[in-house]
């Protein structure tokens, strides 16, 4: 079992910055992928960022030198740092991460981009 925990949302301005932490705890996720989702309301829910145990990163297009993604192996923590947020940034980022072929979701954080 793998329980994730988020953390660093909230309400910025646009172009403001945010950064978000994820907290991994349990057995089997050490090494693995591990990333961020987002879902906007009334959308589905899209990858945005993935970092694998040696730290190779993917970002989806939408956020290409905009996001940066990153991991602490000996904290068992992955963080999401958001900068320049625009209105279409907000949804609910939701941390991930792989062990076989199961998937495990943590609760989710809103993030939110208005003036």
């Known amino acids: 079992q793998v329980q994730l925990v988020e953390s660093g949302g909230g309400l910025v301005q646009p172009g403001g910055s945010l950064r978000l932490s994820c907290a991994a705890s349990g057995s089997g996720f050490r090494g693995n992928v591990m990333g961020w989702y987002r879902q906007a309301p009334g959308k589905q829910r899209e990858l945005v960022a993935s970092?694998?145990?040696?730290?190779?990163?993917n970002y989806a297009d939408s956020v290409k030198g905009q996001f940066t993604i990153s991991r602490d192996n000996a904290k068992n923590t992955v963080s999401l740092q958001m900068n320049s947020l625009k209105s279409d940034d907000t949804a609910v980022y939701f941390c991930?991460?792989?062990?076989?072929?199961?998937?495990?979701w943590g609760q989710g954080t809103p993030v939110t981009v208005s003036s």
């Open positions: 991930y991460t792989r062990v076989g072929v199961r998937v495990y």
């Open positions: 970092i694998t145990g040696l730290g190779s990163t």
